[in-house]
């Protein structure tokens, strides 16, 4: 069982930055990928970017490769998602996910439908 708690949302200009935090309770995190998905009003849930936790691996989508980075902190059990140079067009909540036994990469090509664990959402609105 994991349980993800993901905080960081809120207003911003176009062109600011926010950082989202998803603090994971697991019994154990070896062969886990951790990541985030996004969704907008009237549009399907799609995956912003994903860490393998063991080696540290990133996958990005293409959409917000150059502007987000996302990171562990394993210490703190805790991903973040460091968005800069925010567009309107990344308004969304932005979900937290978690899966055993996938890559970062793996994550990166899967529905939303096959990730097994899920934070709340936060809200990122970025104003025009």
């Known amino acids: 069982q994991v349980q993800l708690v993901d905080a960081g949302g809120g207003l911003v200009q176009a062109g600011g930055s926010l950082r989202l935090s998803c603090t994971a309770s697991a019994r154990a995190f070896s062969g886990i990928a951790v990541g985030w998905f996004r969704q907008s009003p009237g549009k399907e849930r799609e995956f912003v970017g994903a860490?393998?936790?063991?080696?540290?691996?990133?996958s990005l989508a293409e959409s917000v490769k150059g502007r987000f980075t996302i990171s562990r902190d394993n210490a703190k059990d805790t991903v973040f998602l460091q968005m800069n140079s925010l567009k309107p067009e990344d308004t969304a909540v932005y979900y937290c996910?978690?899966?055993?036994?996938?890559?970062?990469?793996?994550?990166?090509?899967?529905?939303?439908?096959?990730?097994?664990?899920w934070g709340q959402g936060t809200q990122v609105t970025v104003s025009s």
């Open positions: 996910a978690a899966k055993y036994w996938i890559s970062a990469q793996a994550m990166g090509g899967m529905s939303h439908s096959s990730i097994t664990y």
């Open positions: 860490i393998t936790w063991s080696s540290g691996t990133t």
